[in-house]
């Protein structure tokens, strides 16, 4: 396993944009599959956009279009680029692995971070 560091949240505008940043203690290159979870108030965690090692990408329908999910396995980081922020968007979010993906099995298999807080509103 690796902890996961997210940084990049923070106050915008609607209409605004934000880059979030998740670093690794250690090598992500094992890990198939890299994702960004968010957390709203008062709401169960949803996972936003995933990334595998060979460039899939993949994106809950709130935020297609919008979003953009990246990695640098050679940095061990994974970037959530958000234009065109909205209200809704408001939440904690945060990064992790999904190392058994391809078996089937969507459950993060890292701690979680703290996540960074991302807030929409004018």
């Known amino acids: ?5 997210e ?6 505008q609607p209409g605004g944009s934000l880059r979030l940043s998740c670093a690794a203690s250690g090598s992500i290159t094992g890990i198939n599959v890299m994702g960004w979870y968010r957390q709203a108030p008062g709401k169960e965690r949803e996972l936003v956009a995933l990334v595998a090692s060979g460039g899939f990408t993949k994106y ?5 279009g919008r979003f953009t999910i990246s990695r640098d396995n050679a940095k061990n980081t994974v970037s959530l680029q958000m234009n065109s922020l909205k209200p809704e968007d408001t939440a904690v979010y945060y990064c992790n692995g999904l190392r058994l993906y391809y078996s089937g099995i969507e459950t993060p298999t890292e701690p ?7 807030t929409v509103s004018s």
């Open 1 to 5: 396993q690796v902890q996961l560091v």
């Open 7 to 12: 940084s990049g949240g923070g106050l915008v």
């Open 60 to 64: 809950g329908d709130s935020v297609k």
């Open 112 to 118: 979680w971070g703290q996540g960074t807080p991302v």
